[in-house]
């Protein structure tokens, strides 16, 4: 049975990923039948939205963590919950693995990641025993932050304020909800959604890099410029080389070609003119 319904568990997210959907079953039963579409977010509708600064955290060790407390850097929030048998797992550790591929950024110094539960009965003892389970890297720790909801009747209004659905299935007794993370500004504002399961280590350095808008240390500028050779793309969920920006700059780059060799052909035809003139008189 336990072969069964892990059979069944692989094959509802693989077809989840065909389907680029963005939810994902924990624990999903040979009689569930859930519509991917509802979980599926409308980014342009909450782009921009801003995450949580009103809103008490609980840290790993019960103590009050808001947002105000955090440093001054993007982060990467990502929901889920601590008692969670599959997904919630499967998304932390996909995250660590596309971590260690971030170059350009550092955890703990270029950004935050926030991990936040979204089930009202998760304590600190859930928290620290998924924590443990997850055996970050030493130069993921200092930037990965595991947090409860101070007043659970908050937890609803957030998620729902990003888009972000789920619910509790009895049935099941597994929550349903999507495997997304998101990029945030550090003023706490959305600035992307990345499906954990579609993405690789450049698409979440370049959402780093785009959230981090002006604060870059002088060794970083490269990494940014090149940065916006690349665009994200909606239909596939990652980012993609901007083709107006290679346009436009082909154009540019012709532009001044033409220019020069403009000007080197009459600097050519002048000195010439004087030649002859010189050789006439």
Not at 43 to 52: A, D, R, T
Not at 174 to 198: C, K, S
Request: glycine fraction near 8%.
């Amino acid at each position: 049975m336990r072969f069964r319904g892990a059979l069944w568990m692989m094959a509802g997210m693989l077809w989840l990923a065909m389907a680029g959907g963005a939810a994902a079953f924990s624990k999903p039963t040979e009689n569930s039948e859930i519509d991917p579409a509802l979980f599926r977010i409308d980014e342009s509708k909450f782009m921009g939205v801003k995450f949580g600064h009103e809103v008490g955290l609980l840290d790993e060790q019960g103590a009050p963590l808001n947002f105000a407390d955090l440093p001054p850097l993007p982060f990467v929030l990502v929901p889920g919950y601590y008692t969670c048998d599959g997904s919630c797992s499967s998304v932390a550790q996909a995250l660590k693995e596309l971590l260690k591929g971030v170059t350009a950024l550092q955890p703990g110094v270029d950004f935050t990641v926030v991990s936040v539960s979204f089930d009202k009965n998760d304590t600190l003892q859930t928290l620290n025993k998924f924590r443990d389970a997850l055996e970050l890297p030493r130069e993921q720790r200092a930037g990965w932050r595991f947090t409860l909801f101070q007043d659970p009747e908050a937890i609803a209004g957030e998620m729902g304020k990003m888009g972000y659905k789920y619910f509790w299935s009895p049935r099941d007794k597994t929550f349903f909800h999507p495997t997304l993370l998101m990029t945030l500004t550090p003023e706490g504002r959305v600035a992307r959604y990345l499906n954990i399961f579609t993405v690789g280590s450049k698409d979440l350095e370049l959402a780093l890099l785009e959230a981090k808008s002006s604060q870059f240390r002088p060794s970083q500028t490269l990494d940014y410029l090149m940065s916006l050779c690349y665009s994200y793309n909606f239909k596939e969920g990652r980012y993609t080389l901007s083709i107006p920006v290679f346009v436009g700059l082909g154009s540019f780059l012709l532009g001044i070609g033409v220019l020069v060799g403009s000007l080197g052909i009459y600097r050519l035809y002048h000195r010439r003119t004087l030649e002859r003139k010189e050789t006439m008189s």
